[in-house]
């Protein structure tokens, strides 16, 4: 394995990247992964193992020709995270283990195309709440999809975020989350999404306060993928978008909240957004409604 002989800076950089910039384990395991791609690259690209020799001696050419291979598997959006990888790692190797070749400086990350969030229109959002709860077989099964995606929509939480909350997180109308960077936030919760919950907790054949709030039909906790298959399958089923997915379900409650609200920095602290900018984008999916609106209805269009 390439990774042998890097062990301990690899590990001592995982650890500062959990403990002390508190990076959620997925964030974590992504840039491991792009690190382990980076060195398995080199080792058949220079044909020799990689030490500290090595990567002292690689050059801007070596870089590219790294970054030029993940073109042909990788969309921009991911080569661009793996460049971060590697940079943050390679940071990390000068600051600790004192490599003196600072060549990461000097490669760029590919442009990413940015692309609004496509959230629901109102009609197709109670399409989905009204009917959601009919495509299970199961009765408690069709009344967890539906607390589920009613908790997506009325909370603009994660789909991670909502999958990680216990029985007794959701006691009182206002419960406590930890999302990204560990950060915790207070979540309100609406007497219906409350209700929704507590019909699906009341069905549910699984009993226990300390039990995963959702859970699949054997009793383990509800894995991400099944809550996508759930909506895949009920967007075929109504004619819904495609991009109906339970990340489309946080975007449509802060598009939603935006067009009610304006409020930026309410919906900034109820998403859980570091930064202002991220919550900015839709200020931006209303300028282009109005933007519509205009062009349609201006007398002088």
């Known amino acids: 394995m390439p990774l042998s002989l890097l062990s301990v800076p690899i590990q001592n950089w995982l650890a500062y990247l959990s403990q002390q910039r508190r990076l959620s384990k997925h964030t974590v395991i992504a840039y491991q992964r792009d690190v382990r791609h980076f060195l398995t690259f080199m080792k058949v690209h220079r044909e ?19 970054l030029a291979s993940r073109h042909r598997d990788f969309e921009a959006k991911s080569n661009a995270r793996a460049v971060a990888s590697v940079k943050n790692f ?16 000097l490669l760029t990350a590919p ?3 940015k692309t609004l969030p496509r959230p629901l229109t109102h009609s197709q959002t109670n399409t989905l709440l009204d009917h959601i709860n009919s495509v299970p077989t199961i009765a408690w099964v069709g009344l967890r999809d539906r607390a589920l995606v009613m908790l997506l929509y009325g909370t603009g939480l994660r789909i991670s975020e909502a999958l990680s909350l216990t029985r007794t997180q959701l006691a ?18 609406l007497k219906e ?96 409604k109005l933007l519509e609106t205009y062009k349609k209805a201006h007398p002088r269009r």
């Not at 390679?90 to 060549?103: A, E, P, Q, S, T």
């Not at 709030?213 to 099944?226: D, E, Q, W, Y």
């Open 111 to 113: 442009k990413i195309k």
């Open 193 to 288: 999404v409350r209700f929704s919950v507590m019909k699906y907790i009341e069905a549910c054949p699984y009993h226990g306060h300390d039990l995963p709030l959702f859970l699949g039909i054997r009793g383990k906790v509800l894995h991400t993928s099944a809550a996508a298959l759930v909506l895949r399958t009920f967007r075929r089923m109504y004619n819904l978008p495609e991009t109906l997915t339970p990340h489309a379900l946080r975007h449509t409650c802060a598009s939603h909240l935006m067009n009610a609200s304006s409020d930026l920095r309410g919906i900034q602290t109820l998403l859980g957004h570091a930064s202002l900018s991220s919550t900015q984008v839709y200020t931006a999916l209303d300028t282009q």
């Open 90 to 105: 390679w940071r990390h190797l000068i600051k600790h283990h004192y490599i003196k070749n600072d060549v990461f400086s």
């Open 172 to 189: 009182s109308d206002v419960f406590i989350i930890r999302g990204k960077g560990n950060k915790e936030r207070q979540i309100p919760l």
């Open 48 to 66: 020799s193992n990689i030490d500290m020799h090595t990567l002292e001696s690689l050059t801007l050419r070596d870089c590219r020709a790294w």
